[in-house]
Structures are given as C-alpha cells and as structure tokens.
C-alpha cells in the first residue's frame, strides 16, 4: 500500500517510507506526541541541544485502527490547525518541558530528566558521529563559516523508548521560547567567532594546536542554556579532490592513484564549485566549463585545465598560431568558414552578431583566396576537418583546394572547417600502411611542457593507396575510423605499435631509428608550440589559488623524407591500456611535486614569490617526474598591469581600452574572465547592464571599476527626482513619481505577505504623489513630459498638456 501511495501522483519529489509506530506512548485522553528539540551546530561542528524544548500534541483521540484520521496520528502543527479541537487541550497544542514532566510522571510513571533526556543526547550525539567525516569543516584558508540551528523530531512508544523522526534547517521557535533560544544563540556564536577571530580567522588551518579545546571552553561559558552533547575537532586538513570526469579512464586512473597511493580524499562528483574550492585537485570533465571563479575562493587547487587551452586544441586556433612560425612544424593549413556561419541576413541577429559576421565574411575570402594561389603554386590533395571534430568524424581528402572548398560548403560542417594540405607520401609501415605518433604531453602549472617517453604509433589495417581518397580506411588512423574496418587489429593487437616495438620496425625496415631521427623532431616541435603559445598561455603572477595542468594528446606522421609534421593536439587525451597506469603514476608525481613547490611558497600569492621560485620548483619537479621528460621551461610573464574590457559594444569603453594597451603598456584580459581572476585587474570596464561581482574583485589588489556603488542614486530619474526635491537651489524641473497600478495591485495571486505589504506602501505613496502633482499643475497649469524611471534611448517618452493626461499616460 506504500508502495501504492508512492506511485499515486501525489508526490513530485523521491518519497521516504518508514515503519509506522504503532504503538506511541500517549497523554491523558490517549492522544499522540512528539518532541522538537533546538539543536545547534556550532562552527566548528560542535552539537549543542537547548533545555528548553516542546511538546507537541494531538487533539483528537489516537485510534491505530483508523489510519485515515490524519488528525489523530499526525502531530505536526499545521495539520492540527485544521482541526476543531485545536487548542481545547492545551493552547497551541504545545506542553513546554516543565509541564511535560509533569505529565510523564504523574500518568507515564517516568520523568524527563531520568528517561528521555538522556536518550534525546544519546540520539543527537549518534547524528553527529554519522555526519561528522561529510559534514565537519576540515582547516580552510577561506574565512566563512557555517553554524545552523536545526529542529529535531522524536517520539517516545510504549516501551518508553525514543525515537528520530526527522531533522528540520529552518525550525520555527515557539513564541514563549523564542527570546531565550535566540538569546543563547548568539552569545554563543559570538563566543565562536571571537575565539576564532583570536586565531586569526581567515587562515583555519594555521591554529594553535590546543585551539579546539581552548575555543571549546569558552564557547561552553557562553552557552546560556544551550547544552555541548558532541565536541570532536574536526577532521585534520587531509588532502581531497574531486572527479567530474566518471568517464575518463585517465581521470579514474588518477583518482584511484590519489586515494592510494597519496592518502587523498574523493569529494563527490556533484561537490558544488563552491565547496571544490577546498580540493586541491580538480579533475573537470571534458566537456565541462570550469567553474573558476568558484574554485578561486578557496586556497590552491590544480585543475586539469589550461586557460585558454583551445589555443591548442581547436584546429582553426593551432593552424593560426602556428602559420608563421620559421621551424613549419605543421602542414600548410586555412580555415574556411561556411556560408550559414558568415550569413548577416538571419533575423534576430544583433548588430554585434552582424559585425562579427561580416568580419569573418572578409577572413574568409582572404583564406579562400590563399588556400587557392597555395594550391595552384603546387597542386596537392587536401584534408578537411572539423575546426573542433574528434573520434574522426566529418574528414575528408580531397583531390583539389575547389573540391575542399566544396566540401567545406555540402552542409557536412556544423562549424568552421580547417583545409590542410594533405601528405601524400607519408612514410608506410611493411605492408604498405600508413601510421601516426601520439605522444602524451604534460603541460604544468608552471607552463613546463614534458612529454612521455611512451607513446605509441597508431595503425591503418588497409594498404595506402595515394589515388583512393575515398578509401578512409587507408588515409585516416584514427582509431575510431579503424575499428569499423573488418581487418582491425589483423597486423597489430588494437592497431597499436608501442615505442619499443616502432624502433624495431623503423630500424628493420626504414634504415632509421626512433631515437636518433624522430624523437629530436617530436621534441623540437612540441618546443615549438610551447614557444607559440607562451605569451597567451603562460600563466602571470596572480593572487588566485588556481592553477591549471593538462594532458595533452599530439599526433604527428611521418613523410617519406623522414620528416616529422603535427598534425592536431587533443585535450581529453585516451591513454592506450597498456601504458595508463604508468602515465597517470607520473602524472600524478609530477602534479603534486608543483603542488608541493607551490604551498612551500605559500600557494595562493604566486606574485609573492622568492625570486628563485621557478628554477628551485623545476629541480623538485623533474625530479618526481618519472619517464615525464622536460623540453620546455620559460618562466611565466612578469606581471605587467592588465584590464577586463566587458564592455564590447561602448565606445567609450573600446576606446579606452584601446589607450590603456598602446599607451600604457596593460595586457588586456578577456571579457568572459572570471570575477575572481578579474580580481588581479587594476581596471575592470563594466557594460551597461552587467551586475558589477563587488565580493570577488574584493578578493584581489586594488582595482578600479567603472561603477560607482549605488550610483542608480543619480542615474534612475525617480531616485534623481526625490533627492533634489527639496534642494534649495531648485536644480531639478518640479517632478513627481507615479506607479502604474499593475504594480500597485495587490490581488495578483502568488504574491508573498512582504510583496504585497511592499505594494500597500507604493500605492499609498503613489497617491499622495498624484494628489500632488494636481495640485501643482493647477498652481500653474503647464505641459508634463512622462519617461520610464528607467528608461533611456528616448524610448516611452511623451509630452502630455496636463497633469491629468500625463497621469491617463502612466495607466
């Protein structure tokens, strides 16, 4: 029947099914009751239960037979107030403590002190031995603290023993009991935060180490009739993290790792970014968008993410950054966007959209343009991807740049499409099949780049045949592609040649060795995209505790020369079976090695580093860095002032920003940075609408915004109108604030009790105002212009002849 009730329809939410008392010890009269107890946990997860609690009754006669009289078995008060009797017995249905023992021990033969206060402590202190390793504070840098005052729920049955029922956050207090309680409360919060602030505050985790006790005392002298019934200190500052990424065989590899081999503790996937911010690794998944102006608020915490890793891994972005670049580690590449990307005649695109448009419209002629002059200087075939493809899809080899154009333009391509020039005597494996190189790439905190010395060369199973360009199973080794082919994993287990086994077919068949002619390539080219994407990658100076690190996959092929080229670089990286656990073990050395360095500096003040920092962090790294080998270590930029611009549709803004970066020097930061990085701007450019983060810009240096704090003082006209009304200078036009009375009404139905009170006051001054306004206009009768309060652009402005049509306008 439970069951049944579950699935009626009446309930919108998961439902809890519990045994039923059925046999509840009961007052005089054989009506039911529970107990609600105030029970209060302290900041530092201590439980106290105040003395003073209730009883709360039933009016109508308990019946176990009549389980439809919700009257006589349910307690809670808003269903007694339905009923006739509420009251008749005891007024408010409620016996406060003093009364209920009396009760108890003239008809129950039993007393509270002796037999039910002592179960009530045995109970909460149980809650809080369950709830202490989820729930107590571990030793935090941040400053905020949480204590709350819970309503707890017991019944007593027959046999006089107690029982929870359920655990209120927000209780209501009795009336009679309310100034007590409250009263408590605070002088013992206060006692908390005084102790605390003694410490301190801010910085938990560096307290004295006889803290816990000596807080605990003066918390309890404090504590008015509040009674300490669970005093444990909270759990030390052992190290957590969080996997976002359940599906990632790296990021699980990692996190078993963490848990046992470095002694860490998994939060739950679905840990809020708020309470993340206290993990000191954050492994996101790939498709998640890295809540970091959260993760900012707490103390330092590697995430497996590189800012602005998309330099790297969308195609169109790498091609870019990599065109110029004197070493051509990279094919001849040009990004095409197609024609419904560049088209400004949709409805409903803005003008900024418009523009942008436009603006690619003109690029991408330009790249049209090239890709075509490349191709007519030296004919070749050409490969077109996704800008942002993966796992294969949507590839295609084509004979000519015009047949690559086309393709770019058969509706195949949801978003920009790179055309690279295709290497069409790559070299072959016995056998006549083509192959890449992935290698795992490690970029650090630091923007050191290591690679791993374990890589694996990934194999086609059908023969290379220069003139089938439609042959996919011939041209691209991509893994998923292969695994459709009916020969996948004929000539090589996964279609996988390790490194160890490469070298010998590179030495047995090609006349070339793996160490001696390619391994310098890989390491020059990798070097190379470091060097590339320094100046936007390379992390600056910041007050932030985050820091980002990310493994990366990139694929290179071989020509027939002998000459090594990238292809792409991949972010969410597979690791083959075979090499995972050695990969992640090195990762995982390797991170919390800078993890290390980092907090020996003191972690969250990067800017605040010993001048050596870098060089004494790179020893202690490489040296944990296991078959990770380091190619690439710059130290990060020097912190030249920067700004956030947010504002990309103000001129006035754009123009400024444009003299703070050719005049003065500053780096402009990019407009989606978070409100916590923002933080280390000087100058953050607010648009128009947008709501100014205050709390997290706080958290860094000095920074000026283009807002002043309440500044809708001046700049809503009502506000405006009301603070010059009475000036003696009189330099305001006689102004006169009307509601419209939709906003004035108070039937609208779902309206709170302070809503409609709020509408109460706005209607009352609404009239006043009209009744001045008449007035004034028949003093001296004069033409009234009506504008929105917060109206601009001119728009719902009118000019009325009188005050009487300038009220009709209002309605």
Not at 21 to 36: A, C, H, M, S
Not at 131 to 146: I, K, M
Not at 186 to 205: H, K, Y
Request: with cysteine; net charge negative; hydrophobic share 45%.
């Amino acid at each position: 029947a439970a069951i049944d009730e579950a699935e009626s329809g009446r309930h919108s939410t998961a439902v809890v099914v519990q045994r039923y008392l059925r046999e509840p010890l009961l007052l005089p009269g054989g009506r039911k009751f529970d107990i609600r107890l105030w029970v209060l946990v302290d900041p530092e997860f201590r439980f106290f239960i105040h003395r003073q609690g209730v009883c709360r009754t039933s009016s109508s006669k308990y019946d176990p037979e009549s389980l439809e009289d919700t009257l006589g078995h349910i307690t809670n008060h808003c269903v007694q107030e339905r009923g006739a009797d509420f009251a008749k017995f005891e007024a408010g249905n409620e016996l406060f403590f003093a009364e209920f023992d009396q009760v108890l021990r003239s008809t129950c033969g039993m007393s509270l002190s002796d037999d039910v206060w002592p179960q009530l402590r045995c109970i909460v202190r149980a809650v809080a031995e369950a709830a202490h390793e989820s729930l107590a504070p571990p030793p935090t840098r941040g400053g905020v603290r949480g204590a709350q005052l819970f309503g707890f729920d017991f019944m007593v049955d027959a046999g006089k023993k107690v029982h929870l029922l359920e655990v209120n956050g927000s209780p209501a207090i009795a009336d009679t009991l309310r100034l007590r309680i409250s009263t408590d409360m605070a002088s013992l919060l206060l006692a908390a935060l005084a102790a605390d602030l003694a410490q301190g505050g801010e910085d938990s985790s560096a307290r004295a180490p006889d803290f816990h006790s000596v807080a605990s005392a003066a918390v309890q002298a404090a504590a008015g009739e509040f009674e300490l019934v669970y005093d444990e200190p909270p759990p030390a500052a052992a190290p957590c993290f969080v996997n976002r990424d359940a599906d990632g065989s790296t990021s699980l590899a990692l996190a078993a790792l963490l848990v046992r081999q470095h002694g860490f503790r998994q939060l739950p996937a679905d840990t809020s970014p708020i309470s993340a911010a206290a993990a000191s690794i954050y492994l996101a998944a790939p498709r998640d968008t890295v809540p970091w102006a959260q993760l900012e608020t707490g103390g330092l915490t590697i995430v497996n993410r590189i800012r602005g890793h998309e330099l790297l891994t969308r195609k169109s972005k790498l091609a870019r950054l990599l065109r110029d670049h004197p070493a051509r580690p990279h094919p001849q590449t040009f990004v095409l966007v197609p024609e419904p990307l560049r088209r400004t005649s949709n409805p409903g695109l803005s003008r900024l959209q418009v523009d942008k448009r436009r603006a690619l419209g003109a690029d991408d002629e330009k790249e049209r343009a090239a890709l075509l002059a490349a191709d007519a200087a030296l004919p070749s075939a050409w490969i077109v991807k996704d800008a942002q493809g993966a796992k294969g899809d949507n590839i295609a080899v084509c004979a000519s740049a015009a047949a690559a154009i086309d393709e770019a333009e058969s509706g195949r391509h949801s978003t920009a499409v790179v055309v690279q020039r295709y290497l069409r005597e790559p070299l072959l494996l016995p056998g006549g099949r083509k192959f890449d190189i992935r290698l795992w790439v490690l970029v650090d905190p630091e923007f050191r780049f290591f690679i791993h010395r374990q890589g694996v060369c990934r194999t086609s199973s059908s023969k290379y045949d220069p003139e089938s360009l439609e042959d996919t199973l011939g041209h691209i080794t991509n893994h998923c592609v292969q695994e459709r082919g009916a020969d996948f994993a004929k000539f090589e287990a996964g279609n996988e040649l390790f490194f160890a086994e490469f070298d010998q077919v590179l030495r047995s068949t090609c006349g070339m060795s793996l160490s001696d002619d390619v391994w310098p390539q890989l390491r020059c080219i990798v070097r190379a995209v470091a060097e590339a994407a320094h100046e936007s990658l390379a992390p600056p100076p910041t007050r932030g505790g985050v820091r980002g690190a990310q493994l990366f996959g990139f694929d290179f092929m071989v020509d027939a020369g002998k000459k090594v080229h990238l292809l792409e670089v991949n972010g969410s990286p597979a690791i083959a079976d075979t090499l995972r656990l050695r990969i992640s073990t090195d990762m995982a050395s390797l991170l919390l090695a800078a993890l290390a360095a980092d907090l020996a500096q003191g972690g969250e003040d990067s800017s605040a580093r010993a001048p050596d920092f870098h060089s004494v962090a790179s020893a202690a790294v490489q040296a944990a860095a296991g078959e990770f080998e380091l190619v690439y270590d710059e130290p990060p930029p020097a912190a030249a002032p920067c700004f956030v611009n947010r504002d990309a549709d103000g001129s006035t803004s754009l123009a400024l920003a444009a003299l703070l970066v050719r005049q003065h020097g500053f780096r402009q930061l990019p407009a989606d940075t978070s409100p916590i990085s923002a933080a280390a701007a000087s100058i953050y450019l607010a648009a128009p609408r947008d709501t100014v983060p205050w709390a997290q810009l706080e958290t860094g240096g000095l920074t000026i915004v283009n807002r002043i704090r309440g500044h809708e003082l001046l700049t809503r006209k009502s506000k405006l109108a009301r603070l010059l009304r009475d000036h003696p200078a009189r330099p305001h036009p006689q102004t006169f604030v009307l509601v419209p009375e939709p906003l004035r009404r108070t039937s609208n139905p779902g309206l709170s009790r302070l809503q409609v009170d709020k509408r109460r006051a706005l209607g009352a001054d609404d009239e006043k105002e009209r009744a001045a306004l008449l007035a004034a206009d028949a003093a001296l009768p004069s033409a009234w212009i009506v504008k929105d309060a917060q109206g601009a652009k001119g728009d719902n402005i009118a000019v009325c002849a009188s005050a009487a049509a300038a009220i009709d306008e209002a309605e």
